[in-house]
DNA sequence: TCCCCGATTAACT
DNA sequence: GTTAATCGGGGAG
């Protein structure tokens, strides 16, 4: 089973997030290993900039967030609340920190794989919730830093693929998910009426505000 | 050096 | 709906 579509071109991805996060929607993230391969169409992400206070980068380069600084077309992979890791494209050139996070995808090949990378749970969800989708593809932080299409270290290669499929014509768009600052920015998109969307929960992902927007802790 | 808290998820009640 | 798990970054002292 050949993986479908010719890897994006990397000029798309050199433009600021907000501009590549709308692009990167219907495409298909492939992530081949010694087992196999994997293939999701994304069909949610969040844009982050260096001028964003939501945004890793926003305090400037670190030894955490340096990849961002780095050429676009990489993966920023990045570990969080001690247990995940969370997948992010690069975008813009040399020296602009920014990414867009990849937050869900419809599983379409690699199944029983992915299925193993998470413990059995269902379809459903998979690959819904950018830790999720990371772990179902099996992106770690050995991956951080890799150039989309080139082996890692750890023997996998990632690709962003365009099998045809344009993004929505009008993509749903709203606050992003799970952070407290710059709350306001509607910086996510997604496919409307997606299921595999991380936010759907039988009503369907709402505009903004609806749900699951800055979430407190303390 | 200490301490808080996060671009989350899964397992509870 | 609520909360534990779990650890590294970065601001405060």
């Not at 992530?31 to 949610?44: I, S």
């Not at 955490?64 to 995940?84: A, E, I, T």
């Not at 768009?173 to 710059?182: L, Y």
Request: some cysteine.
């Amino acid at each position: 089973m050949d993986v479908p579509g010719d890897p994006v071109d990397g000029r798309a991805l050199a433009q600021p997030s907000p501009v590549v996060a709308p692009f990167l929607l219907n495409k298909i993230l492939a992530v081949a290993d010694a087992d196999g391969v994997r293939w999701v169409r994304l069909v949610e992400v969040e844009a982050y900039g260096e001028t964003d206070p939501a945004s890793h980068s926003f305090r400037g380069p670190s030894n955490r967030n340096n990849v961002m600084f780095g050429s676009p077309g990489r993966l920023y992979v990045y570990f969080s609340y001690g247990m995940h890791w969370c997948a992010n494209v690069v975008t813009e050139r040399s020296g602009v920190g920014a990414a867009v996070l990849l937050r869900a995808g419809e599983p379409l090949g690699g199944i029983e794989a992915m299925t193993a990378a998470r413990n059995g749970v269902r379809l459903r969800d998979l690959c819904r919730g950018p830790a999720r989708l990371a772990q179902a593809v099996g992106i770690t932080g050995a991956d951080n830093g890799a150039e989309l299409g080139t082996p890692t270290a750890a023997g996998r290669t990632a690709w962003v693929l365009d099998d045809g499929v344009a993004p929505p014509a009008r993509p749903a768009h709203g606050p992003r998910v799970g952070i407290s600052r710059a709350v306001e920015v509607p910086w996510r998109w997604w496919v409307e009426g997606s299921p595999w969307v991380s936010t759907f929960r039988g009503g369907g992902p709402g505009p903004a505000g609806s749900n699951a927007v800055g979430r407190r802790s303390s």
